[in-house]
């Protein structure tokens, strides 16, 4: 199986793919809502949860943007991700699809820009998340 997401058509070129933060933010987001329909009493992905993680990826991607901090003090942190992530799936307040997602995602950033796309995917998918997943 390959990755949930894949940021760019051509990373070379910097070209995303174009339907990233269309058609393949929605799919995740329709996923996501699965999964917390599906977790019963443990109530897994609720919003709430998955805007922690979405607040500090745009914490560190305007870090990086403004380049007061080194990115090669920001990527350590962006890595970190993934550990809070497991922590999480750990509570089980998130899904595997989501700590699945941190990890894919978290392997492709390896410069700032990968760290732009993450962010703005992530936006994307939280505004179709508003749409298909829990109300809380």
Same mark, same amino acid.
């Given at each position: 199986?390959? *990755?949930?997401?894949? $940021?760019w058509?051509?990373?070379? *070129?910097?070209?995303?793919?174009? *339907?990233?933060?269309?058609? %393949?933010?929605?799919?995740l987001?329709?996923?996501?809502?699965d999964?917390?329909?599906?977790?019963?009493? =443990? =109530?897994?992905?609720k +919003?709430?949860?998955?805007? %922690?993680?979405?607040?500090? #990826?745009? +914490?560190?991607?305007?870090e990086? +943007?403004?380049? %007061?901090?080194?990115?090669?003090r920001?990527l350590?942190? #962006?890595?970190?991700l993934? @550990?809070?992530? @497991?922590?999480?799936?750990g509570?089980?307040l998130?899904?595997?699809?989501?700590?699945?997602?941190? *990890?894919?995602? #978290?392997?492709?950033?390896?410069?700032?820009?990968?760290?732009? #796309?993450?962010a703005? $995917?992530?936006?994307?998918?939280?505004?179709?998340?508003?749409?298909?997943?829990p109300?809380?």
């Open positions: 199986m390959g *990755k949930i997401v894949e $940021f058509k051509d990373k070379e *070129k910097s070209t995303i793919d174009p *339907k990233l933060f269309s058609e %393949k933010a929605e799919k987001a329709r996923i996501l809502a999964d917390h329909k599906g977790s019963k009493g =443990k =109530k897994a992905n +919003r709430t949860q998955l805007r %922690k993680f979405y607040d500090e #990826v745009l +914490r560190l991607d305007s990086a +943007r403004a380049g %007061k901090t080194q990115w090669e920001i350590p942190l #962006v890595h970190m993934t @550990a809070k992530a @497991a922590y999480a799936k509570r089980d998130v899904s595997n699809t989501f700590l699945t997602f941190i *990890k894919d995602s #978290v392997s492709q950033i390896q410069e700032q820009k990968d760290l732009m #796309v993450f703005n $995917f992530f936006e994307a998918l939280m505004g179709f998340y508003r749409q298909h997943g109300s809380n």
